[in-house]
């Protein structure tokens, strides 16, 4: 919602008491607005320190997920349920580095423990997972692109790893070429310049899904 001057003032000129009241009832409203103002007036933790944290929690999710693995379906369902805690870390702290970095871990993860279980099953039943997989790598290479140059050497190992795991896999080899994913972007760690345009292309041709 844009915020017009003349709401602005209207919005100053209001007695404290009723601004305090107001701003109470849209917390109780907007549970990750509440969450991000408290990070931003309480905590004594850092960025970072939530990074790491959400991190060992990642490594303790995808170990729990391996141990009781079933199907490729119950192990995307926890893939998803990770990675909206990744998506509300990110919003409470505005962690950008954190998105790419947990997310990557997230993938990597994954892979680490379920390679072989992706690989023993049939191509329809890890599709979906695949290709949670698969635009999680796109929408990393797009936000990687966007930051200074220095900061993208973060990601790299864990890249590099990444699409040597996807080779090793043949099934998810075959969905990543099916879906335009080169992999020397990843073992090489050379993401091109316009991925983000390469990345709508795909969506447009209805892949990715």
Known sequence: MNVDPEFKRALQLMPEEEKDKLVLRLLR???ALAAKLR???LATDSVED???EMKNRIYGRVQEATIHYNTP???LWDARA???EIAAHVKTTSDKLGDISLNSFLVLQLLL???KHIAESSDDRIHTLSMFILSKIFKMMVAIQKLPEDDRLAFKDDFIVIGEL???NDR???KAMQNGLDLYWLTLYDIPKDIATIHQQLLDKKLLK
């Open 29 to 31: 409203r907007d549970p």
């Open 39 to 41: 990070f931003e007036l």
């Open 50 to 52: 939530k990074r790491e």
């Open 73 to 75: 379906g119950i192990l």
């Open 82 to 84: 990770i990675s909206s």
């Open 113 to 115: 423990n379920n390679n």
């Open 166 to 168: 996807i080779g090793n």
């Open 172 to 174: 998810l080899f075959r």
